[in-house]
């Protein structure tokens, strides 16, 4: 049965973001933060609406997640709490809520349709943007496209570059549809190039793999290799500080060195992370690690959630993303289902280098888990060039 208030709710949320992205291109800042706060409220709105508190898991790792930030405010400060100490964890939560809502809830076949066509108007706008308007600041030899640094850039583009690709293999697209994904999903990866960001470079290549895989395994992945792709970001911290000062590592990695980003450039902030941990390895250091402001961010999103909020909160983030990725192994799904789910997974793997999905995002975490409602989504769709089972 499809749920028409979400699909209403997910519409407006395409739209906020949508404007957010625009806006922010064209410096209209102010707007955008608007937008984004309005995000939250239609998700509120769909909630009290629905009163759809169906996924214990989720909400459990909410109420942990607030009492844990919650406790230590009340551990290190006698002082009042303000709405700001509090934005991370309402971003962070959000996020896991539209995780949980969209691989589970089905929408109507228009709103999946709206969801697959915005990114090609942003594509086509981004494509006019940079190489008509004029719009190609830069930091630290970055493009950034107006936004506050070129990873976050990196993280927008390689969202429209995974929609892209989708809508070049879907073969309800007409022809002209498919051909200009096809054009825009090439621009997107060289603006991802562009942009030198490293984490958006792997989620891209990632996505490409996982592709390639799911042609060979007929559309479907095993479980480890799922579960390796939803722990790798963590994982490879504790290789990277075992592989990052060797010459060797430097040597073979080269190519990925550029001005102001070496390959140590994440050595000092996720040692010093670990260090704070250290002292509430239960309830995790949220207001630690912040200094108090709720602002941090750590540049690994798995070890953000872990360092923020503790190891329980932790775990179900983990089973969450994993309940949420089932399509991969399961038997029988469709190609659409699989190359949705694949650029999810990319996109979790990009957070290696990036914590932007769950430390603000500004609405493109809503991006991220709309890919979910294409791979929930129940149609006979097949991709052009992708065999089905």
């Known amino acids: ?106 929408v109507n076949a228009k709103t999946l349709r709206f969801v697959q066509y915005v990114p090609i108007v942003l594509s086509v706008y981004t494509f006019f943007s940079y190489y008509y308007f004029g719009n190609n600041n830069m930091i630290a030899q970055g ?15 390689l969202h429209l570059f995974v929609f892209d690709v989708i809508n070049v293999f879907d073969s309800k697209n007409k022809k002209i549809i498919r051909i200009l994904s096809l054009i825009l999903a090439i621009v997107m990866l060289q603006l991802i190039n562009l942009t030198k960001a490293r984490s958006s470079m792997i989620g891209a290549f990632v996505f490409g793999m996982l592709l390639f895989v799911g042609y060979i395994k007929k559309m479907q992945l095993s479980k480890f290799t799922t579960i390796l792709c939803i722990i790798f970001p963590i994982i490879f911290i504790f290789i990277y500080f075992s592989l990052v000062n060797q010459d060797w590592f430097t040597e073979f990695f080269s190519f990925m060195i550029s001005e102001g980003k070496t390959l140590t450039s994440r050595n000092k902030i996720w040692k010093n992370a670990l260090e704070v941990y250290s002292q509430s390895p239960i309830i995790g250091v949220y207001y630690l690690i912040s200094e108090g402001t709720g602002q941090s961010q750590l540049h690994n999103a798995h070890l953000d959630v872990l360092v923020s909020y503790g190891p329980i909160v932790f775990l179900l983030f983990l089973y969450i993303l994993f309940k949420a990725s089932k399509v991969c192994y399961q038997k029988n799904n469709t190609a659409l289902s699989f190359i949705s789910v694949a650029g999810f997974l990319a996109i979790m793997i990009s957070g290696t280098f990036e914590a932007a999905l769950v430390a603000g995002a500004m609405g493109l975490n809503i991006f991220t888990a709309s890919l979910l409602l294409l791979a929930n989504s129940k149609e006979e769709n097949s991709l052009i060039g992708i065999k089905e089972k």
């Open 1 to 106: 049965m499809k749920d028409k208030y979400f699909s209403i709710s997910i519409v407006v949320e395409i739209i906020l973001v949508a404007f957010i992205y625009l806006s922010t291109t064209m410096g209209w800042y102010s707007a955008a933060s608007i937008a984004f706060a309005v995000t939250f409220l239609v998700l509120l709105g769909y909630i009290f609406l629905t009163k759809n508190f169906k996924d214990l898991k989720t909400w459990i790792l909410i109420t942990i997640c607030v009492f844990n930030v919650i406790i230590d405010f009340l551990i290190h400060t006698t002082g009042k709490i303000s709405f700001d100490y509090y934005k991370k964890v309402i971003m962070f939560s959000t996020f896991v809520l539209l995780i949980s809502y969209c691989s589970t809830i089905k």
């Open 143 to 157: 493009i950034t496209l107006g936004f506050s640094n070129p990873n976050f850039t990196g993280m927008w583009l």
